[in-house]
T-cell receptor, first 116, second 108 residues
C-alpha cells in the first residue's frame, strides 16, 4: 500500500495563478481532510470529507475549494493564489466516522507551496 | 469541540520517562482524546487515543483522569528520535482540530 500520496511535493506560484494539489489514498478510507501548516505553527483544518460526494469546511476554508467524486481522491484547488497561502499542505485520511478508529489520521508527506 | 491546553515546550533526558500533560476541562462524555506527534517537517503520526480508561500500545501509554478533564501521555524510555512536537486533541464529531502542541526535546 502506498498510503496517502500528495502531488506535487513542491510548487512555486505567482499571485493570481490557480492550481490543484492532488491527494490520493489506497486504504479505502471514507474520511479525508486537508490541513495547512505555517512556519512554527500547528496544523489548521481547511476542508474535510466524510465520504464521496460530501465535503465540509474546516477552520480556514477561504480561498480553497474541494470536491470528492471518488473515495480515493480529494483534490484541493486554489482558485487565485495569494502570498498568504504560502504554506505546507498536508492531506490525511481515516476510517469512517462510525469506526472506533475514526480519529486515526494517516498523513501524506506534505506539499510545500510558495506564492510570490 | 473541546479545547486543549499543553505546555509549549518540555525537556527530558534520554532513557527517562517523558510525561506530557494536557488539560481538556470542557471535554464531553463521548469525546475521545487523541495524541499525535510531528517529527521535524514530516506529516503528523498517530500515537494513541482513549475515552476514559488508560491505554497502552507499543509507542506510549495514555493516562486519563477519572473526571476526564486532563490526560498524560507517557513515553516510557525516551530516545533522541522522540524529539518532536506532540499534539493532544479532543475529537469532535467529524474533525480533528490541532492546537499548538508541546515541543519535546530529548537530551543525551
Amino acid at each position: 500500500n502506498a498510503g496517502v500520496t500528495q502531488t506535487p511535493k513542491f510548487q512555486v506560484l505567482k499571485t493570481g495563478q490557480s492550481m490543484t494539489l492532488q491527494c490520493a489514498q489506497d486504504m479505502n478510507h471514507e474520511y479525508m481532510s486537508w490541513y495547512r501548516q505555517d512556519p512554527g505553527m500547528g496544523l489548521r483544518l481547511i476542508h474535510y470529507s466524510v465520504g464521496a460526494g460530501i465535503t465540509d469546511q474546516g477552520e480556514v476554508p477561504n480561498g480553497y475549494n474541494v470536491s470528492r467524486s471518488t473515495t480515493e481522491d480529494f483534490p484541493l484547488r486554489l482558485l487565485s493564489a495569494a502570498p498568504s497561502q504560502t504554506s505546507v499542505y498536508f492531506c490525511a485520511s481515516s476510517y469512517s466516522q462510525g469506526s472506533k478508529r475514526a480519529g486515526e489520521l494517516f498523513f501524506g508527506e506534505g506539499s510545500r507551496l510558495t506564492v510570490l | 469541540d473541546a479545547k486543549t491546553t499543553q505546555p509549549p515546550s518540555m525537556d527530558c533526558a534520554e532513557g527517562r520517562a517523558a510525561n506530557l500533560p494536557c488539560n481538556h476541562s470542557t471535554i464531553s462524555g463521548n469525546e475521545y482524546v487523541y495524541w499525535y506527534r510531528q517529527i521535524h517537517s514530516q506529516g503528523p503520526q498517530y500515537i494513541i487515543h482513549g475515552l476514559k480508561n488508560n491505554e497502552t500500545n507499543e509507542m506510549a501509554s495514555l493516562i486519563i483522569t477519572e473526571d476526564r478533564k486532563s490526560s498524560t501521555l507517557i513515553l516510557p524510555h525516551a530516545t533522541l528520535r522522540d524529539t518532536a512536537v506532540y499534539y493532544c486533541i479532543v475529537k469532535g464529531a467529524q474533525k480533528l482540530v490541532f492546537g499548538q502542541g508541546t515541543r519535546l526535546t530529548i537530551n543525551p
